[in-house]
């Protein structure tokens, strides 16, 4: 009989202490409104407020807040005070780590097309898009200007990220660049080059499969003149392998990317497309932290102001 009290005191216990960890209704009320309003929330968003669990500050709980919108679920851990009047968000950043180091070793550059030296200290890594404006200008900083400037200080190296929904031939130009780069990475910048300088030339087609057609001349154009094997690049146009770009895409979307160009100098993420200047400070900046020297730069440019991304 004693026994059995002491089952159900002791579940009495569990069941109270369940209750005091959860977050009363009052207050998860008062939580989704605040959050709602801080974060501009949208109104189809929906947000959920975890168990209550112990915290290393004192005087407060920690707590994690789920919002969900659609099929985007978030987790966010917050701070709420012992007497239920403060709600506080703070962002753990690990000194003992290098989170730009983190950043690219999550980028696959193996086999890609590099300009530049391929042993330097700073890598600037280019998520681009053939059919992005943007991505046109940001390459037109970027070569030949900057490409001489620093000569073998810096590695240049581009990744696919087609923007599908509003450039309709992104992608197949992507790939075709790609059948040139398995062969020969000169050929890979050439077709670059030419893309980023004269994108109306495909655009102005009068449909999709006119675009496809006139970009397959092209890449074909460039294996002709770099003496490529004609009949192994015919092959890889035609199958419009689309794996390595999805791959690069996959990719892209897992450290952040959103939107073109968005470039990593040694991890730095830099969106948009920058001016020389922008991109010297840059450079420089991650050339010093690498102990390397700074090239001599040219006298500033009139217009230094950034370029926005396309989305």
Not at 2 to 23: D, F, H, K, N, P
Not at 66 to 71: K, V
Not at 103 to 121: H, T, Y
Not at 195 to 206: D, M
Request: net charge negative; charged share 25%; hydrophobic share 40%.
């Amino acid at each position: 009989m004693i026994s059995i009290r002491r089952c159900i005191l002791m579940l009495s216990l569990v069941c109270l202490g369940c209750a005091a960890q959860s977050v009363s209704t009052g207050v998860n009320q008062r939580i989704d409104r605040q959050v709602r309003h801080y974060y501009h929330l949208s109104p189809n968003a929906h947000l959920s407020v975890g168990s209550l669990r112990a915290s290393e500050f004192p005087g407060y709980d920690a707590v994690t807040i789920t919002i969900q919108n659609g099929e985007h679920r978030q987790d966010f851990d917050f701070l709420l005070s012992k007497d239920s009047k403060t709600l506080i968000r703070m962002t753990r950043l690990d000194l003992s780590k290098d989170p730009y180091a983190d950043l690219m070793k999550k980028i696959d550059v193996s086999g890609r097309p590099v300009r530049g030296n391929k042993e330097a200290k700073v890598v600037v890594v280019n998520f681009d898009d053939f059919e992005c404006p943007y991505c046109s200008k940001m390459h037109q900083v970027l070569f030949p200007e900057l490409l001489k400037e620093y000569g073998d200080r810096v590695e240049f190296v581009y990744k696919d990220y087609p923007l599908v929904e509003i450039h309709p031939w992104a992608t197949h130009a992507a790939v075709d660049a790609n059948c040139l780069a398995a062969q020969n990475s000169d050929a890979y910048w050439d077709f670059a080059d030419f893309i980023h300088a004269n994108q109306r030339e495909v655009t102005s087609q009068k449909d999709h499969a006119s675009q496809f057609t006139e970009l397959d001349k092209l890449v074909t154009e460039q294996g002709q003149k770099h003496n490529l094997d004609m009949g192994k690049l015919q092959s890889c146009i035609k199958a419009q392998n689309e794996d390595a770009v999805k791959a690069s895409m996959r990719e892209g979307d897992a450290i952040g990317v959103n939107a073109t160009p968005t470039l990593f100098v040694n991890g730095q993420e830099l969106d948009g497309a920058f001016s020389a200047d922008e991109m010297r400070g840059a450079l420089d900046r991650a050339l010093q932290d690498a102990g390397v020297a700074v090239p001599a730069h040219p006298a500033a440019a009139a217009d230094s102001s950034p370029q926005a991304p396309s989305k």
